[in-house]
C-alpha cells in the first residue's frame, strides 16, 4: 500500500477536539451512548428496533441470514420503499407538510406536498405501467435535478422496477453502456437541462445511446421548453407530459416488495474499465438509509433539510430521495451550479427556505474557500443547526472553514464516510454524542463493524494505518454486482473472507478515531466523484493516435485529486497542443465531463516493472514533484529520468 505520507502527517498534528454541545446532546435524537455498546453487542438486535421504523406489508421473522460474501437481510418481510416514502405520510399530519421544495437554476421553484408528491408518484407509476413497465424491469433515468427525476425513481419503486439514474453529466456512450448492462426497456430523459446557463441537450445523447439497446420507449420531460425543437422518433419517444395526463388519477396499488427484491443498480467506477451496476435491496437498503436521517442527521420534522448533491450519484439517492422521504423530511433539492447566476446562490438558497441542516462535499467547501467569505456575509445562516460532508476525506483547513463561515461555531460537523456500495453513512459522529476532530470521520455509526487491519487481516494498534475493512454485514450493503456476482465476490471478499473491503486506506488514532486516507487502489477521487483510473485510459487508447496510457490522481488544492494522464502515442503521430485537445475532447465524449483529464504528459515510454505493470507509484511522485520512492524494480530506469526532465520542462 502507497503511505500517503504528507498527508498523513498533517493529519496527525491535529489536535483541536469538538464536543457536542450540551444543548445539542439534550434534544438529540440519540442522546444516549450507550446505543453503541447495545448496538455492538447485538447488531442484529439494533437493527431489528430501526427496521420498525418503516412500515411493513407483511413482518419479517428472520432479521439477518449471512452466507459470506453474501447477506440476506429481514428477507421474509414484505414492503414498497414509494409507500414508505410518500403515501404513509398522505395519512398523517405530514400530509400537507412539503416534502420537496425544489428550485431550478433560472429561478423558477416548485414545492411538493406529501399529497402533491404521491399524487404524482401515483400517476406516474400508472403510467409506466401502461407502457409496459413491470415489477423487475429496469428503467434507466436520464435527468437533470427536477422533481420528475425523484417522482420517477418513487413511480418505479411503486411498481417494482428497477431504476437505473445515470448522471446528466454523462456523455451518450456512458449512458448506452449503463443501457445495455442493465438491460433497461425504458428511458426517461429530458429535452435538455440547465448547467451554470448553458443547456445540456439530453435527448440528443439519449437519442446516440438507445440505438441498438433494449429500449423500446423513451419518455422525454419538457424542462427547458425544447421538445418542440427535438425530434421525437413516432412509436418510440414519448412526452412525459401527455402521457402523464393521459394517466389514471387513482391511486396506484403497491406492489408488496420482498425485502432482498433490487430497489435499484446504481453504477460505479471500479480497478477496470468497466463500471460496476451496485445492487441494492429494498428492505436493508431503506432501513439503512432511514436509520443514518434519524441518528447521524439528527432530522426532526421541524427541519428543512438541504443536501447539495445529485441524485446521479449515490448520496442523492440515499440523502436526497430514500433517506430523508422515508423519514418525512422537507428536503430542498437544486437543480444548478453554486455560482450561478452568482457565488450566492447557496447561501440564498439558505436564507431564503431557512435551512437547518445542510450538506455538502469537501470539494465545494474548498471552493467557497477560494471564492472567499465575503459572499456569504449578506446573508442570514443562522437557521443552520448542523452540518454534513461527504465524498473524499476533509482536511483540516475546510474543515475549520465551513465551522467558523458557515456553521459561526455552533454547528457540529458530521463527516459521514460511506460509499456507492455501502448505502448510508458508516463512519461519522452521531453529533449529540461523539466529539469530533477536523479532517476524522470519527467512528462507526451503532451497528456497524468497522476497523482497520494490516496485509495479514490483523487489527492494527492505535496509531497505526492500514486497510479499512467491515467486519460484519449491515443491512443496506450492496448485495451483488448486477450480472457479475463472480467480481462481487472477488472485489469485496477476496482479500479477506468474510469481511467486507472497502479499497480505502485509514489511520487508527490513539482514541480510536479514523482517518480515512483515501483510495488505495485504482480508483481516483475528483470533486468527490469516483473515477476509475482504467475508464480514462480505455478511452484514451480508444483514440487512433494512442498506443498506450497511464493515468493517475494528483493532490489537487480544490477537487482533492485531479487525472494526470501520461501517453505514449504512434509512431509518426506528431504531439502537442492540438492533439491534447482532441484527446481531452475524446475522453469527455466517452465518459463525460468529469473525467476530462487536467493535463495529458505525451512520453516515449511509461515506466513499468520487469512484468510490465505501470508503475503508476513511480507517475504520482513525479506529478507531484516529490522524491522518487523505490525505482529498484523498474525494467528501464532510464526512462523515469526522461520523463522527470520532460515533466519539469513542462511546468
Ligand atoms: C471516499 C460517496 C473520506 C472514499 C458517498 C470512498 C470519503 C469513496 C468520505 C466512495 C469521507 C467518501 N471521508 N473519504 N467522509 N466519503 N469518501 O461511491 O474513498 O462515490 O471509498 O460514495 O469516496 O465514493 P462513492
Known amino acids: 500500500m502507497d503511505k500517503p ?3 498523513l502527517d498533517t493529519l496527525l498534528r491535529e489536535t483541536r477536539l469538538f464536543p457536542p454541545a450540551a444543548e445539542f446532546t439534550r434534544q438529540a435524537n440519540f442522546s444516549d451512548p450507550s446505543v453503541y455498546d447495545r448496538a455492538a453487542a447485538d447488531p442484529e438486535a439494533y437493527w431489528a428496533e430501526q427496521a420498525h421504523f418503516l412500515d411493513w406489508m407483511q413482518p419479517f421473522s428472520q432479521v439477518l441470514d449471512w452466507q459470506p460474501p453474501h447477506a440476506r437481510w429481514f428477507h421474509d418481510g414484505r414492503l414498497n420503499a414509494a409507500s414508505n416514502c410518500v403515501d404513509r405520510h398522505r395519512t398523517t399530519v405530514r400530509k400537507n407538510k412539503a416534502a420537496i421544495i425544489w428550485e431550478g437554476e433560472p429561478g423558477d421553484t416548485r414545492v411538493l406536498t406529501y399529497e402533491m408528491l404521491g399524487r404524482e408518484v401515483d400517476r406516474a407509476a400508472h403510467m409506466l405501467h401502461d407502457m409496459g413497465v413491470r415489477r423487475g424491469d429496469r428503467v434507466v433515468i436520464y435527468l437533470p435535478m427536477i422533481p420528475e427525476l425523484p417522482i420517477a425513481m418513487l413511480a418505479c419503486a411503486k411498481i417494482g422496477a428497477i431504476h437505473t439514474v445515470v448522471f446528466a453529466g454523462f456523455s451518450s456512450n456512458a449512458l448506452r ?87 435499484y443498480i446504481l453504477y460505479t467506477s471500479g480497478t477496470t474499465g468497466k463500471p460496476k451496476g451496485i445492487v441494492h ?8 438509509a432511514n436509520t443514518s436521517m434519524r441518528s447521524v442527521f439528527d432530522l426532526k420534522d421541524e427541519d428543512v433539510y438541504f443536501c447539495t448533491a445529485d441524485i446521479g450519484w449515490v448520496t442523492g439517492h440515499t440523502y436526497i430521495v430514500y433517506g430523508p422521504l422515508s423519514a418525512g423530511a422537507t428536503v430542498v433539492m437544486y437543480e444548478g451550479a453554486p455560482d450561478f447566476p452568482d457565488r450566492e446562490r447557496f447561501w440564498s438558497l439558505i436564507e431564503k427556505y431557512g435551512c437547518t441542516i ?3 462535499a469537501p470539494t465545494s467547501i474548498r471552493t467557497f474557500m477560494k471564492w472567499g467569505p465575503q459572499y456569504l456575509k449578506s446573508h442570514d445562516l443562522s437557521s443552520l443547526r448542523l452540518l454534513g460532508t461527504v465524498g473524499e476525506p476533509i482536511n483540516p483547513e475546510a474543515w475549520m472553514w465551513y465551522h467558523e463561515h458557515v456553521g459561526a461555531r455552533r454547528c457540529p460537523i458530521v463527516d459521514t464516510w460511506w460509499q456507492t456500495e455501502t448505502g448510508c453513512a458508516m463512519i461519522a459522529s452521531l453529533p449529540g454524542l461523539i466529539a469530533t476532530k477536523p479532517g476524522s470521520a470519527t467512528r462507526a455509526v451503532p451497528g456497524i463493524a468497522v476497523d482497520v487491519v494490516d496485509e495479514g487481516g490483523q487489527s492494527v494498534a492505535p496509531g497505526h494505518g492500514g486497510y479499512l475493512v467491515i467486519r460484519k454485514p449491515w443491512p443496506s450493503m450492496l448485495r451483488t454486482i448486477w450480472r457479475d456476482d463472480e ?51 480505455s478511452a484514451l487508447v480508444d483514440h487512433p493516435a494512442v498506443a498506450e496510457a497511464a493515468v493517475i490522481g494528483r493532490a489537487h488544492e480544490v477537487k482533492g485529486q485531479a487525472i494526470t494522464a501520461f501517453v505514449t502515442v504512434k509512431e509518426g503521430i506528431e504531439t502537442g497542443d492540438e492533439l491534447t485537445v482532441e484527446l481531452k475532447a475524446h475522453v469527455v465524449s466517452l465518459i463525460g465531463a468529469m473525467a476530462r483529464p487536467e493535463e495529458i504528459h505525451f512520453t516515449a515510454e511509461l515506466p513499468k516493472t520487469r512484468s510490465a505493470k505501470i508503475m503508476r507509484r513511480l507517475l504520482r511522485d513525479i506529478a507531484e514533484g516529490r522524491a522518487l520512492g523505490d525505482t529498484t524494480t523498474l525494467a528501464d530506469p532510464t526512462v523515469i529520468e526522461s520523463l522527470k526532465v520532460r515533466y519539469q520542462d513542462r511546468e
Open 487 to 537: 467480481r462481487f465476490q472477488k472485489t469485496y471478499f477476496g482479500q479477506f473472507p468474510g469481511t467486507y473491503l472497502p479499497g480505502d486506506g485509514a489511520h487508527l488514532d490513539e482514541d480510536q478515531y479514523i482517518w480515512i486516507l483515501g483510495r488505495i487502489d485504482d480508483v481516483i477521487n475528483v470533486s468527490g466523484h469516483r473515477i476509475g483510473t482504467m475508464e480514462v485510459e
Open 358 to 360: 445542510f450538506y455538502t
Open 177 to 263: 453502456d449503463r443501457i445495455i448492462d442493465a438491460q433497461a426497456k425504458l428511458l426517461i430523459t429530458a429535452d435538455a437541462g440547465h448547467r451554470r446557463g448553458t443547456l445540456v441537450p439530453l435527448k440528443q445523447n439519449a437519442d446516440a445511446a438507445v440505438v441498438d439497446t433494449p429500449i423500446e420507449s423513451v419518455l422525454v420531460v419538457n424542462r427547458v421548453g425544447a421538445l418542440s425543437a427535438i425530434t421525437m422518433v413516432p412509436g418510440r419517444d414519448w412526452a412525459w407530459e401527455e402521457r402523464m395526463r393521459a394517466a389514471s388519477y387513482a391511486p396506484f396499488a403497491a406492489e408488496a416488495m420482498e425485502a432482498e427484491d433490487v430497489l
Open 5 to 7: 505520507s504528507e498527508q
Open 281 to 288: 435491496s429494498t428492505g436493508g437498503y431503506l432501513v439503512g
